[in-house]
Nanobody, 123 residues
Framework: QVQSVESGGGLARPGDSLRLSCAAPGRIYSSHFMAWFRQSPGKEREFVAGIRWGTGKTYYADSVKGRFTISRDSGENTVDLQMNGLKPEDTAVYYC????????????????WGQGTQVTVSS
């Protein structure tokens, strides 16, 4: 099974920063869209941030806008998520995935899900 590989999670205090990294499998084309999602217990998986591979245009959920930054390294096939100003409500397992059809926020349309990386924000 082809999967992405996420890393960089951990325990943080409110206001701290963490940086997540995702190694995407295979070839990523300019028409593809890479995104980060998160899921906390009892909740549905939700879109956090995404980036168009070709143009680098970024998209964010309102809950993280101004605090999180998504970026890509085309040469390394990696997508990072810089998370600043962390809040307890950011606690979740974070996943990255790929959409072949471009910008999307529904997790049902994404492939290459990884195992996720846990982010816990607590004082």
């Amino acid at each position: 099974q082809v999967q992405s590989v996420e890393s960089g999670g951990g325990l943080a205090r409110p206001g701290d920063s963490l940086r997540l990294s995702c190694a995407a499998p295979g070839r990523i084309y300019s028409s593809h869209f890479m995104a980060w999602f998160r899921q906390s217990p009892g909740k549905e998986r939700e879109f956090v941030a995404g980036i168009r591979w070709g143009t680098g245009k970024t998209y964010y959920a309102d809950s993280v806008k101004g605090r999180f930054t998504i970026s890509r390294d085309s040469g390394e096939n990696t997508v990072d998520l810089q998370m600043n100003g962390l809040k307890p409500e950011d606690t979740a397992v974070y996943y990255c995935a790929l959409n072949r059809g471009g910008y999307e926020t529904s997790p049902r349309t994404f492939v290459y899900w990884g195992q996720g990386t846990q982010v816990t924000v607590s004082s």
